[in-house]
Every structure is written in structure tokens, then in C-alpha cells.
């Protein structure tokens, strides 16, 4: 929000500089996203100011920011505001209806003034709106604009005079009068707003109407039908209170966002309302009449007064919240110097009432938050809180860690499987349709485990596939529910027990190691080995088989270096693994073996061709051997 610095002025006289100004904005009220100089044909400073939601209701405005600086800075607050005293002379009797049919309005205020003249703003008022990004429009919405960014209430005019008055009674003296009905629109009824659009509305939305059309959408725009122009000689004034969870609903759903919808959608006190009209009327009286404007009297329909509520507070767990000791006396101090009205209860306790701007204050925290934010988060020292870093031991977690160490150990890979699963006993709601039931074993998520693993098992130079789990189960057997699982498979099948039941196969804690701390595995390196990590290609493989019928005083190996012989250097770096015997048999004075090769490159993805060039120079070797023969 754009905040002048002239304008707070006018309200407090006695200031600091505005470059001063920044610094308190920030360490005390909201923060300062710019300030700015000259502005278009001015040389106003002004604040770029971010305001909460929590504090917008009472410092989305000029008089709420200068208050607010005024009590801080222990400085006098003055209204009215440009000299206006709210006088406005003598009052006439009105027959303005008003009648509220949804609970989404508060409050509703409308007066009715004839005889007002409608031209161009003065140029104070225009430099004022100026200096927040407004253009002028004429000095009737001008006013009314002015009022929104003064005080904080927004307000509406409509042109009396062309409102629909259907089954309304004459008027008692001259002139004529209306009826405004505040409800919710009618499904697919349509409202042609201010700058021309069209909006179709739904139930769901409140509107200001007459006997018959929507005037305005309610806190959000108004509309083309009852619009203030240089004609306009008889206007009502609104100023109301609605619910801001509908405005906030409203203005999203059709995609209209203006300063009312900022102000409206974060909740406003009704309270201001009278303030309000008070201050419109005067600078209408001020700017706009003549000696024939008539001042009506204010229809005000307030089905719920917004009550005065308490809130009790003490100093200990101010001072526990924001990190630093306060003293009763420090508060008290506080209290006073914002106009607080409180009590003392007892030494470290207080009652305060909650002013009735300031909706934000509900709990004890929010008071913790208001006194640290009068005080300066500057003045709140940065200090390490005392923890004590003795660690407790979780013996589930010992347990796991000793289990999982102990099956690494064993050659075991540890796998993680899916929780949910399409079929079971324990259904849960709101997931995916395949995905409708918690597991009540770790089984059979580890045979299909096994089964993936076991297609690559010769690629990951696995001789065989001995994989593990530790997991959470929901067997509907289990008084609580859950119980942790272990479960772990090799090339004798797959074996499940509980946690505990795992660990006390042990027979020991010495040699589980449930007494000592458990760190991870550490794997010596056998004198020889290759102690450097080789990546992996992250291009596919390619697997090949071949299969031939030799003399039964053949072995195995010696087929096997006949296949590798036929192979070139090239041949052999594209080889990754292989030729491997995975099958074998015989018949008669013949022995069948039956060898695999990968094939896998670390620059390229491998093709048909090249592989299968390969294969046909080890085809070739082989025919030429005497009673070789490929199968």
C-alpha cells in the first residue's frame, strides 16, 4: 500500500524526517518494500509499505498508519482530518428502505443528500490521490476514494435518481426516494459493472440491488446502472460492512480485485462504519453543496453490534515468548503509552479490552507479539538456547540398525517396497484405485522383488540375488495396528519374522551388539582387489545366448576360450560380462553348453547390428571346429 508521508502529517504535525521514518516502519509496524520521491507532477514522500492480513484491517489506511506512529512515538494523534469539524448543518427526516435478506452483511449504513453539485475535485484533493496512484475521477467518487484511503472503511455512491422504485410509498416532502435490498444474486443474473463488464453472477454472490436490478456487487464494484456523472444531482451513500470469507470468494470467482476487495476480504471492524459516514458527509458539505444540498439522516441496520471482548495476559510468558525479561512495570508503561484500557489482576497478570479495531488481538501470543513489536525486534537479543545433547537411545531403531548391519554383512542388498497395494484386509480412503490397502506382510513385496532383481542379476555381477527388508506391516491380528517386519530371500526362498523375533534368534546381545552404539558397516577390501569405483553405463544392455553341441571330453572352459578367442579388442570392451555356462547337458557321446554374453557400451547405445556381428564371428570360429555344432 502507497502511504504518504504529507498526509500522515496532517494527522501527526510533530513527525520525525521520512527517511527517519523507514527504519521505525520496519523495526516496529510492517516493512518497507520502497520509498520514493516525486512523484508525477508532485515532491511527496512516500511509503511502499506491506500490511499483513493480520493488521489490515486497521492499517490498510493513512489515519491507521499515523495513529499507530502517533502512539508509538509518544506524539499527538489529532482528527478531524484538513480542519473538517463533521459538522453539517441541520438534518432532514428520510424515507430511504434499506433491507438486509443474507447474514454476509454486517452492517449497512445509507443518507440519502439532494441537491449536490457534481464537478471537478479540488486540486488538494486531487494532489492527495495523486500521491497513492489514483486518478480523479469527480469530486462525488473522489470524496469517497479519499475517505477508503483515509480512514480505511471503503464506501460506495449511487445516483438516487436512477434506482428502480417499484412499490415504494411517496415521499413525505418533495422529491423522490428508494429502497436498496442487500441479497444474494439470483443464478445466471448479470450486472454490467462501472468499467463495462459484464459479470454473470450465481447465488453464491451478495449484491446491492433495487426493486428490480443489481446496483453493485457487494464490496467489490459497483455498477453501470445507478453510476455518479456530471448529472447526478441526488446520490445515497453507502458504507457497510461485509463478510469477508464471500467478498474474498466473490472477487476470485470473477476475477475482480480493487482497493474495497484488498480492504473487505481481511476483515473489517463494523465499528467503522460511523466514522466513516461522518467524515464523507462533512467533506461532501465541504466541497460538493450548495445552498439547497440536504443532509438526510443515516438509515443504519446493525442486526449484530460488535461486542467488546477482554483478553488476559502475563508478563512471564511475554517475557519466555519473545526471549527477554520484561518488568510489570515496562508493560504498564507499554499499555499507556497505546491508550490500552486495562486492569492489573495480580503482580505479572493483566486484563486488557481489546480496542475494536484491532480484530488481530485473541490469545495470550498475540499480545507477546504486540508488546516485542512496540519494543523493536532489534532490541531482542540473538542467544543460544541450552539443550542438552545427551542423545537417548530408541532401542526399535538400535534393533534395526543392528539387523540391517548384520544382513549387509551377510551379502544381503536391502530393498524398499511399496506400503500400498491393490488387494488386502485394510483398506484406506482417498488413494489411488490400485492402490486401495495397506500390506499386512513384507513377502510379497519382496518376491516380486526378487523376480526383477533375478532378470539382472548377472549384469550387476550378482552370482545370486540375496536381498532384505525392514519394514512396518498391518496385520489385522496386531493389537496396535502396525508391527515392524523383517523379511529377507535368496535362492532358497524368502523368510519373515518380526523384529523381535529376528533379534532373538541371536540368542545374545553380545552378539547382536544391542549394547553397543550402532554405526554402519565397514567392508575391508581383500589384498588384490580392485579398490576403485567403476561406474556404470548408463546405456543398455544388450544380452545374447548361444548354445552348441561339442564331445563329451570337452569341458566347459575349454568352449568357453574358444568363444573369447574369436573375439577382437574392440569386441572385448563392449563384452561386459561373459561367456557364462548357465546350462548344460548331455546326450549320448554329445554335451550341449549353452553360454551368455552382455554387451554394454559407455559411450553409446549398442544397435542389432554391432552385436550381432559379433555373434557371427564367434559362429564362425565355432563351425570351423571339427564336430562343433550350433544348436
Not at 417499484?166 to 439470483?186: C, H, M, Q, W
Not at 542423545?391 to 539387523?403: A, G, R
Request: a neutral charge; glycine letters at 4%.
Amino acid at each position: 500500500m502507497l502511504i504518504s508521508y504529507k498526509w500522515l502529517k496532517s494527522y501527526v504535525p510533530k513527525l520525525p524526517p521520512a527517511k527517519k521514518l523507514v527504519d521505525i516502519f520496519t523495526y516496529h509496524i510492517c516493512e518497507v518494500e520502497n520509498s520514493k520521491l516525486n512523484t508525477v507532477a508532485l515532491s511527496w514522500d512516500i511509503f511502499d509499505v506491506s500490511i499483513l492480513p493480520n493488521r489490515a484491517h486497521d492499517l490498510l489506511s493513512h489515519q491507521g498508519i499515523a495513529r499507530e506512529l502517533a502512539y508509538l512515538l509518544n506524539l499527538d494523534f489529532t482528527l478531524p482530518m484538513l480542519g473538517s469539524d463533521f459538522d453539517i448543518g441541520v438534518i432532514k427526516p428520510t424515507d430511504l428502505k434499506i433491507e438486509i435478506q443474507s447474514s454476509k452483511c454486517n452492517r449497512y449504513m445509507g443518507r440519502v443528500v439532494r441537491n449536490i453539485k457534481v464537478s471537478d475535485s479540488p486540486k488538494w484533493l486531487k494532489e492527495y490521490l495523486e500521491s497513492v496512484g489514483q486518478k480523479s475521477i469527480n469530486n462525488i467518487v473522489d470524496i469517497a476514494n479519499f475517505v477508503m484511503f483515509d480512514c480505511g472503511q471503503p464506501i460506495h455512491c449511487f445516483d438516487l435518481d436512477k434506482i428502480t422504485n417499484l412499490e415504494v410509498e411517496p415521499p413525505s416532502f418533495g422529491g423522490s426516494t428508494s429502497k436498496l435490498i442487500i441479497r444474494d444474486a439470483g443464478q445466471g443474473e448479470r450486472i454490467t459493472t462501472l468499467d463495462g463488464k459484464e459479470i454473470i453472477l450465481n447465488s453464491n454472490n451478495l449484491i446491492i440491488a433495487d426493486s428490480v436490478n443489481p446496483l453493485a456487487i457487494a464490496g467489490i464494484k459497483g455498477g453501470k446502472k445507478a453510476e455518479i456523472d456530471k448529472n447526478t444531482k441526488n446520490i445515497i451513500i453507502e458504507v457497510a460492512n461485509f463478510d469477508a470469507t464471500s467478498i474474498r470468494k466473490t472477487a476470485r470467482s470473477i476475477g475482480i480485485f480493487t482497493e474495497a476487495v484488498k480492504r473487505f476480504e481481511n476483515n473489517l471492524s463494523p465499528e467503522l462504519g460511523d466514522l466513516a459516514m461522518k467524515e464523507i458527509s462533512s467533506l461532501i458539505k465541504e466541497n460538493c453543496s450548495c445552498p439547497e444540498t440536504i443532509f438526510e439522516e443515516v438509515v443504519d441496520i446493525y442486526p449484530k453490534k460488535q461486542e467488546l471482548r477482554k483478553l488476559s495476559f502475563h508478563t512471564d510468558k511475554i517475557s519466555k515468548i519473545l526471549g527477554i525479561t520484561l518488568s510489570d512495570s515496562k508493560i504498564e508503561k507499554i499499555l499507556k503509552q497505546y491508550k490500552y484500557q486495562y486492569s492489573k489482576i495480580k503482580i505479572g497478570e493483566f486484563k486488557i479490552i481489546i480496542p475494536l479495531m484491532r480484530l488481530d488481538l485473541t490469545i495470550e501470543e498475540d499480545m507477546a507479539e504486540e508488546i516485542g513489536r512496540i519494543l523493536g525486534y532489534d532490541k531482542v537479543k540473538p542467544k543460544i538456547p541450552k539443550i542438552n545433547f545427551k542423545s537417548k537411545k530408541n532401542e526399535i531403531y538400535q534393533k534395526i540398525c543392528v539387523t540391517r548391519n548384520k544382513l549387509l554383512a551377510e551379502g544381503y542388498s536391502e530393498v524398499m517396497t511399496y506400503v500400498f497395494c491393490n488387494s488386502g484386509k485394510v483398506e484406506i480412503l482417498e488413494s489411488a484405485s490400485d492402490k486401495k490397502f495397506l500390506r499386512t506382510n513384507l513377502t510379497d513385496g519382496l518376491k516380486e522383488s526378487m523376480k526383477l532383481n533375478k532378470n539382472n542379476a548377472a549384469l550387476l555381477d550378482m552370482e545370486q540375488v540375496k536381498i532384505f527388508e525392514i519394514g512396518t506391516v498391518f496385520p489385522t491380528s496386531s493389537v496396535s495396528g502396525e508391527e515392524i517386519h523383517v523379511a529377507y530371500g535368496n535362492k532358497s526362498g524368502i523368510a519373515e519374522l518380526s523384529l523381535e523375533e529376528f533379534c532373538s534368534t541371536f540368542n545374545s546381545s553380545a552378539e547382536v551388539g544391542l549394547t553397543h552404539q550402532c554405526v554402519s558397516p565397514t567392508y575391508a577390501l581383500s589384498e588384490g582387489g580392485n579398490s576403485k569405483f567403476k561406474m556404470w553405463s548408463e546405456f543398455p544392455f544388450i544380452v545374447r545366448d548361444i548354445a552348441l553341441w561339442v564331445p563329451c571330453k570337452l569341458k566347459s572352459d575349454q568352449v568357453q576360450k574358444v568363444i573369447k578367442s574369436s573375439l577382437s579388442k574392440i569386441d572385448n570392451k563392449i563384452l561386459v560380462r561373459g561367456p557364462e555356462l548357465f546350462d548344460e547337458f548331455k546326450k549320448e557321446d554329445k554335451i550341449s553348453y549353452a553360454f551368455r554374453l552382455i554387451f554394454q557400451s559407455y559411450d553409446r547405445t549398442l544397435t542389432d547390428v554391432e552385436v550381432n556381428q559379433i555373434m557371427n564371428k564367434i559362429s564362425d570360429k565355432i563351425k570351423s571346429k571339427k564336430d562343433w555344432q550350433i544348436r
